[in-house]
């Protein structure tokens, strides 16, 4: 395996890539780590690229406006090298990240992790393929653990997050939702006419109280997804 010093020399142009997958998250540990290393190699941080709340199960590298813009911009030699703080910040799929790497061989410009201070491309396939392949299997060890966090949420009757439906109001305090009486009502109707034949343009323009959709006029879909939502979590 090449010696990491033998790829990067004193005075080097270092571009920082980082991402991060929620925006409760940001990149201050993974640009602290590359700045660390900047320092140490003594190398010049000219470039910063992130893809900010960006899950890279969920958008494909092509998708990812800063990785192609980082791709893009070593074509065009603005910078010698590359700077990542773990490989899973650049993919989690396999193909991913032999594409990256292939990419970047033909730009001739190296990868750094700075986690680890080695080389992205350098090391034996089989070595990539047990990597790359970890990082796949983290992701989907999250989404899991995602999902069974939320499942046990549901079976404690407390609110998974996003827009309470109408006719409940979220309680910080408990971490439930609680109906709201007249609401409700407005609910009831909902169902009751469209269980009756009634259509959602009919009960949104004839039917409900031109006030009772908390200050906004109802439309055509209005109803329908009220009553969808109460018979999801009624």
């Not at 409760?24 to 660390?36: A, E, N, R």
């Not at 190398?43 to 590298?61: F, G, I, R």
């Not at 970047?104 to 190296?110: V, Y």
Request: net charge positive; aromatic share 8%; hydrophobic share 35%.
């Amino acid at each position: 395996m090449t010696s990491i010093h033998e790829v990067i020399k004193p005075g080097m142009r270092c571009a920082f890539y980082g991402r991060y997958s929620t925006s409760k998250q940001d990149s201050s540990l993974q640009l602290q780590s590359v700045m660390s290393f900047v320092e140490d190699f003594q190398c010049n941080l000219v470039q910063k690229y992130t893809d900010e709340a960006v899950s890279s199960t969920k958008k494909k590298m092509d998708k990812r406006k800063f990785l192609r813009k980082v791709l893009q911009d070593a074509l065009d030699n603005k910078f010698d090298f590359i700077a990542v703080y773990k490989e899973d910040r650049l993919a989690r799929d396999v193909i991913e990240h032999e594409n990256i790497r292939r990419f970047l061989r033909d730009a001739k410009k190296p990868i750094v992790i700075t986690s680890t201070r080695i080389i992205y491309d350098e090391s034996d396939i089989l070595v990539r393929l047990l990597k790359d392949g970890l990082t796949s299997f983290e992701a989907a060890r999250i989404q899991e653990r995602t999902r069974d966090a939320l499942e046990a949420l549901l079976k404690k009757g407390r609110w998974t997050g996003g827009k309470a439906p109408f006719g409940y109001e979220y309680n910080k305090r408990t971490g439930k939702l609680e109906a709201k009486a007249d609401k409700l009502e407005i609910v009831k109707q909902i169902f009751s006419l469209y269980l009756s034949g009634i259509g959602c343009r009919s009960i949104a323009e004839k039917h409900l109280p031109s006030n009772s959709n908390g200050g906004k006029p109802w439309t055509r879909s209005n109803p329908c997804t009220h009553n969808h939502r109460m018979s999801i979590h009624a």
